[in-house]
């Protein structure tokens, strides 16, 4: 089956064509940074806006690239979580083509999105492996046994990490997007000016607090002449205590289950730091470790298009409805049939 896939949840607008065959035929995604730069983060109203324009004239280059529109099998959206008017946008579209298409339709679940998004590699892991998914707005652990069969093992208790980033860069005076912009910051950091805690890393468990993180960074720099070398011995301290711990979690994950796998997915996945001394922990514990591409590890719709294919070629549909959740828990997953 070729499905198309479209995901607008937030400030991306994107577009795939996967195939079970022949694997990710085409994909595009249009970022809208540049438009969201000068408010210092995401307006919901002005991302909608955006997501009309955008759309249509993506989805007509990706179906051509395709194959075309007689090529088509099914279509999968993302119909949460995000922002609700942003998902409505690719909602309506995604429904309103496979009406007039006769084509079966779903939406999926953006972190199921992520959590699978090492399926499109060459050599995609193996069920169970155990996932961290790091982003924007989540980071959770889970054994993932296969699809819609997932086990949270940690997740956030307040502040994702990539919400921390943002948070932290902020404060250090960087621009939107602020993650990005804080990990090159850092690279001109000096060990050990500052060192911030690790939080949770004390007890046991697996579940992640990162709003401290901010409040430790605000009171170490309080009275501090904010040169420029100063902002980034604290982003390099900053991004070590992040790293460190979302290590340290990977680590348990594994030891207390029998996944040997680990893959690592979202946004903040694409940290070179956390690649690197998650690669270094997986060798120590002679765990592969897998990342999807990193333009696969932020938003796209080419993970969309693949969860879509995986449920809908195992006889999952949706009705007519046009759904689009803000919020939508992973522990509501299932796996196709059950």
């Not at 298009?305 to 409805?321: E, I, N, S, Y």
Request: include cysteine; hydrophobic fraction near 45%; charged fraction near 20%.
């Amino acid at each position: 089956m070729r499905v198309l896939g479209l995901e607008t949840s937030c400030d991306e607008t994107a577009v795939a064509v996967y195939d079970g065959r022949a694997g990710l035929l085409a994909h595009e995604v249009y970022s809208q940074v540049a438009l969201h730069a000068a408010y210092g983060g995401v307006v919901p109203e002005l991302a909608s806006r955006d997501h009309l324009r955008k759309l249509l004239p993506l989805l007509e280059k990706v179906v051509e690239q395709g194959g075309g529109r007689d090529s088509i099998g099914g279509i999968a959206y993302t119909s949460g979580p995000g922002l609700v008017g942003a998902l409505l946008v690719g909602a309506a579209v995604a429904r309103s083509l496979a009406l007039a298409w006769r084509l079966p339709c779903i939406g999926v679940h953006h972190m199921e999105g992520h959590l699978l998004a090492p399926l499109l590699e060459e050599r995609p892991p193996g069920f169970p492996f155990v996932a961290l998914l790091v982003s924007g707005g989540h980071t959770l652990l889970a054994r993932v046994a296969g699809v819609g069969d997932y086990e949270i093992l940690g997740a956030s208790l307040d502040d994702a990490a990539g919400e921390a980033f943002d948070k932290t860069a902020k404060l250090l005076g960087l621009g939107y997007p602020g993650g990005p912009q804080l990990a090159a910051l850092a690279e001109r950091g000096r060990p050990g000016v500052f060192r911030f805690p690790r939080p949770l890393t004390d007890r046991p468990g697996l579940d992640f607090s990162f709003s401290g993180l901010k409040t430790a960074v605000v009171v170490a720099l309080r009275g501090r002449d904010l040169d420029e070398q100063t902002r980034a011995d604290a982003a390099l301290a900053f991004e070590e205590a992040v790293v460190d711990t979302l290590v340290e979690k990977c680590r348990r994950a594994l030891a207390a289950t029998d996944a040997r796998t680990l893959v690592i997915a979202g946004g903040v996945g694409a940290n070179r730091r956390l690649r690197a001394r998650v690669r270094a922990m997986g060798e120590g514990e002679g765990v592969p470790v897998v990342y999807p591409r990193v333009e696969f590890c932020t938003d796209n719709a080419a993970m969309i298009a693949l969860l879509g294919h995986l449920r809908l070629a195992a006889g999952q549909r949706d009705d007519l409805a046009i759904r689009a959740r803000a919020r939508w828990p992973m522990t509501e997953l299932r796996p196709p049939g059950s």
